[in-house]
């Protein structure tokens, strides 16, 4: 199946670019020049370069064998809480600060919701020796506060975002005004296969390296570069959008998206866009939101902040309208529980947004010679307090 973006922006019937007149210029800049750049020879050199040494790519296919007994199939982890900085988040920035270095912009901004793109973004901008300025939640900062620390440590500035909801989807709109203010000098990195077009697409293949050494790795593993499932966690969707990019025409492949459910999907405290969401605009794209009546943005909630977010990257719309994607949602508590489990059976501490990933497992029936895959998106270091805090271990 063809989930591949069209000339517009769309995948499907979600996507786009539906932006104020005064943000016209920097996306349509982008929108002109980012494929050009981005598969030049010099450009790709560098990337490669710079993944391979700096971010400590590939990161490994680990063969959980305990994890494999527990739920009867071979189940192999893409490490990518491996990568500098914790998460592969960094595969991104890295794309992204080499495009703005050639789109000749001296600044750059973000937004965080775990802290985990703010600092993927602080470390290239310290790298590059750029001036960085990282919108969050001001909710967020306080419980990530180790990633607040390590990104001031960088060099960053961190701006809190003090209204709405005060998490992921109010540190975005701080930083859509910054960019509006500041369209000559400065480049948005955006941390998720969400905005305007070409934003959606422009992550997803920076992330894509992912699906590109699953399946080397299987292959090698396995003698096959195909799973039959791959399964990782959607907010916005990044690091799905990265383990799933290179198997989209592999209808073989099960490609398993798990969101956050909170408290539980009917207890008004969920970020569970497919069951919640319906169309509308979010952030320049149109795609699944979670929405009132009269199209106002439903504010979402989930133990985790990446994860913390009313909509999901028009990309994974598309994959669960036209279903080509499994759609799973779960709980803080199953998330916790799953957490925990990892860490007894493989002594492996994962990020909260990762461990929902993992409760997936709990939900589904595997046959002994299936291959799953699950993207291990990033580690538990930052969200040690939310785990003391949770005390089920």
Request: charged residues 25%; contains cysteine.
């Amino acid at each position: 199946m063809n989930v591949k973006v069209d000339k517009n922006g769309y995948y499907g019937n979600f996507g786009g670019a539906y932006i104020p007149e005064m943000l016209y210029p920097n996306i349509e800049e982008l929108r002109e020049n980012y494929e050009q750049i981005t598969e030049d020879a010099v450009f790709q050199k560098q990337f490669q370069q710079l993944l391979k040494d700096y971010v400590g790519r590939p990161t490994p296919l680990y063969h959980a064998e305990r994890l494999s007994d527990k739920y009867g199939a071979k189940i192999y982890l893409k490490r990518e809480d491996l990568c500098h900085t914790g998460a592969h988040k960094v595969n991104n920035t890295i794309g992204q600060i080499l495009l703005a270095q050639r789109l000749g912009k001296k600044k750059i901004i973000a937004e965080t919701g775990a802290g985990q793109h703010g600092v993927a973004t602080a470390t290239v901008c310290a790298l590059m020796g750029v001036e960085c300025i990282v919108y969050m939640g001001e909710i967020d900062m306080a419980r990530q506060k180790p990633n607040v620390e390590r990104m001031r440590i960088l060099g960053a500035e961190v701006r809190p975002a003090k209204s709405g909801s005060k998490t992921l989807k109010d540190a975005t709109n701080e930083a859509m005004r910054h960019w509006i203010n500041n369209p000559s000098d400065t480049h948005y990195i955006i941390g998720s296969v969400v905005g305007p077009h070409p934003y959606p697409e422009m992550v997803a293949r920076f992330q894509s390296v992912i699906s590109a050494e699953i399946r080397k790795q299987l292959l090698e593993k396995e003698g096959t570069e195909l799973p039959d499932y791959v399964i990782a966690c959607v907010g916005g969707g990044s690091n799905a959008a990265g383990a799933f990019y290179n198997f989209y025409e592999d209808n073989d492949v099960n490609l398993v998206a798990v969101e956050a459910a909170g408290l539980g999907n009917d207890s008004g405290e969920s970020a569970a866009t497919t069951v919640l969401g319906k169309p509308g605009v979010l952030h320049g794209s149109k795609t699944l939101l979670m929405q009132t009546e009269d199209g106002q943005v439903v504010e979402p909630y989930s133990i985790s902040a990446g994860l913390d977010y009313p909509g999901i990257g028009p990309v994974h719309a598309h994959l669960f309208e036209s279903g080509r994607a499994q759609f799973h949602s779960v709980t803080d508590e199953e998330a916790m529980v799953a957490g925990v489990e990892l860490s007894r059976l493989e002594g492996i501490i994962p990020a909260i947004e990762s461990a929902h990933a993992f409760a997936a497992l709990e939900k589904m029936e595997f046959k002994p010679s299936d291959v799953v895959v699950v993207n291990l998106s990033g580690r538990g270091d930052k969200d040690l307090e939310t785990y003391i805090k949770w005390g089920k271990y």
